[in-house]
DNA sequence: TGAACCGTATTAGTCAAGTGATACGGTTTA
DNA sequence: TAAACCGTATCACTTGACTAATACGGTTCA
């Protein structure tokens, strides 16, 4: 059973991401192995003390990624084939940065400035979402 | 006088921020030169079909980052200098490759995973360049 | 000087995101 | 089969971003 025992008290962004990730998080390490029950809804709602709507919508969430199934009415597994799931991921990331490499290269940065400036806006980022601000 | 003729109808996130994309692109394209007569709030509001606070709220950000000046009921004029162009420029890429990091910060990258995928990119954009390869 | 502009400040309305309260129907199991 | 779970759907509330409505004071110039 996937424990949220570990579940951070305090974090970044919405409760609802900051699950998302924590799952993400934890297929990444390891320490959630296909086939692993994921808590209900109501126990984990009951376990960070937020409404079950938050769970289900990070659960709906990571459902879409492929991560989990679950069956209405049914207990929720975990879905975690490795390879595929960080291939497919790590696909649309590159594609995504990708777009952003041609467009630096051909406006005449150097890569270090480009690197400087995904160092800085990434810093920068971080705090607009510690101070709440939207995305 | 700076003209918002050719501002586009449609586009993407607030009317505010597009006016201060807008204004920036014409700084970094050469269009708006030093000492030019900005619109009134007024003026631009009307031309636009927004409201006086829209252009407001853009003016005020452009005035933040240097690139213009007003004085309280007094017209307002651009600052184009090779430093305000360099910031208007800047500020254009970041706010490209700022979407980026949003993205990649959501789907739970870390920093030095991007860091990391953004230098491996960046090489293998410049080796296909090498090679020949379009875009 | 005063009318006609200008920039500025204050307040209110609109909308979407995030979260909560509640109810419904399906699945499990004793 | 019936109680106790489960996932799901719907609606309400709060908050902040964005925009609008309006009023105020400063500047310009005939």
Redesign the interface.
């Known amino acids: 059973m996937v424990s949220f025992a570990g579940f951070p008290p305090e974090g970044e962004g919405p409760i609802y991401?900051r699950i998302?990730?924590f799952i993400?998080?934890g297929v990444a390490a390891g320490a959630i192995v296909d086939g692993d029950e994921m808590p209900s809804r109501r126990v984990v709602s009951a376990t960070l003390g937020v409404n079950p709507n938050t769970v289900q919508k990070a659960y709906r969430m990571l459902e879409e990624e492929g991560l989990m199934v679950s069956r209405s009415g049914a207990k929720s597994f975990a879905v975690v084939t490795p390879e595929s799931v960080e291939a497919a991921?790590?696909r649309?990331?590159?594609e995504?940065?990708?777009?952003?490499?041609?467009?630096?290269?051909r406006?005449g940065?150097e890569?270090d400035d480009?690197?400087a400036?995904?160092?800085r806006?990434?810093d920068?980022?971080?705090q607009a979402?510690e101070r709440g601000e939207s995305?």
């Open positions: 991401l998302v990730r993400r998080a991921r790590a649309l990331q590159a995504e940065i990708g777009r952003v490499v041609s467009a630096l290269r406006s940065m890569k480009a690197m400036l995904l160092s806006l990434w920068e980022d971080e979402e995305e």
